[in-house]
């Protein structure tokens, strides 16, 4: 098998997450470049990455494959700089900026035509960030984009699917503006509209200071990806700007209807809308990780004593079960349970609702 220098620019979440799945392959060495020199060290001590250089145009002059892990402003910026670059071979570069409109009409604009460019959006993160917070198993089971550019062909899809195999994703081959609609839609309109409800919140707070205090269950929940990085996000709110109007605007004629239907006392219009949201909703896909994790999920009653949580925690930890999320609610509004637990199969919550109950404790699935 033919070996293959893969250069990893940015060494954060997801270009550190990146290197240490393609550490798997033997075939393959892992060079890595980061602007912050500890980064760098760190990813050489814990081997993260095979080899560090100190510069953009060191790193491209060795490698095959380029994967640009940086801010989307940035990688329009390394992207610009290739053009200048007296390149010997071809060279696949790909990037893994959630916006892809301005990134590809960057990589469209280059004339150097040993450039292949081959968009790419590992749909997965997590609530931290940095070289430290990097992991193998990151992208498993999660949606991986690529949108090729114009002089990208099937052969160079296939070649990073089969790179990024051990990753363990599922790959989907989309074009630009498909892919900026529905990662508006379904992961970075939902953060406007997260820090939105909780601005609201945060108005109210003056009027009823222990508002803060009930702001739990529903509302931690539904709000949870207000707590996301601000820069990486304002970032990407602009980048993806055409986009984010377009639904704000429809999000305001969403709310103007549903204000009619509380005003007018419409009870049977405003039952459907509820229904029909309930419906979408409960047949979200739910075998796979993407822009919305979805896993199965219990309700355990439990009391609030020493103890408790280890009780059920053992229990289920007895017949090898994996527990991938695990919650306790303070405020229960519909839910009759203290605590949630969350599995990744139907056939694990199955299993774990018989043994909980086998064992008196009250059982109830969403």
């Not at 739990?216 to 980048?239: E, V």
């Amino acid at each position: 098998m033919e070996h293959t220098t893969i250069f990893v620019v940015g060494l954060g979440l997801i270009g550190g997450s990146i290197a240490l799945n393609l550490q798997n392959n033997k075939h393959s060495t892992v060079i890595g470049f980061d602007g912050n020199a500890k980064t760098l060290d760190y990813a050489m001590q814990n081997q993260i990455i095979d080899q560090q250089v100190t510069s953009f145009e060191e790193g491209v002059s060795l490698a095959d494959i380029v994967f640009l892990a940086t801010p989307t402003s940035i990688t329009r910026s390394y992207i610009q700089q290739l053009e200048q670059m007296k390149l010997k071979k071809e060279l696949i570069v790909t990037d893994v900026c959630s916006v892809k409109k301005p990134v590809m009409e960057t990589a469209e604009s280059l004339t150097n035509q040993k450039v292949v460019f081959v968009g790419g959006h590992p749909m997965a993160g997590s609530h931290k960030n940095g070289i430290e917070a990097a992991k193998a198993h990151l992208f498993e089971n999660a949606y991986y984009l690529f949108i090729p550019g114009t002089h990208a062909c099937e052969e160079h899809v296939s070649k990073l699917e089969k790179l990024l195999s051990s990753t363990r994703s599922y790959f989907v081959t989309v074009d630009v503006e498909a892919h900026d609609q529905m990662t508006g839609v379904i992961s970075h309109f939902p953060h406007l509209i997260a820090s939105a409800l909780v601005h609201q919140a945060r108005s109210w707070h003056d009027t009823h200071p222990f508002l803060h205090e009930l702001a739990a269950g529903g509302f931690r929940d539904i709000t949870r990806i207000a707590s996301s990085h601000p820069k990486m996000w304002n970032d990407i709110f602009f980048q993806n700007r055409e986009t984010m109007i377009s639904l704000l605007s429809d999000w305001i004629h969403e709310m103007d209807h549903l204000k009619s239907l509380v005003e007018t006392l419409e009870h049977d219009e405003l039952h459907t809308y509820l229904e029909q949201a309930k419906q979408y909703r409960d047949g979200l896909p739910v075998k796979q990780k993407g822009a919305i994790p979805s896993f199965y999920d219990l309700y355990v009653d439990i009391h609030d004593q020493p103890g408790a949580l280890s009780e059920v925690t053992h229990i289920v930890a007895q017949e090898t079960i994996s527990i991938v999320n695990i919650q306790i609610l303070e405020i229960r509004e519909g839910i009759s349970g203290a605590l949630r637990l969350s599995f990744q199969t139907a056939k694990d919550q199955k299993h774990a609702q018989m043994l909980l109950q086998s064992n008196g404790y009250e059982v109830t699935i969403e």
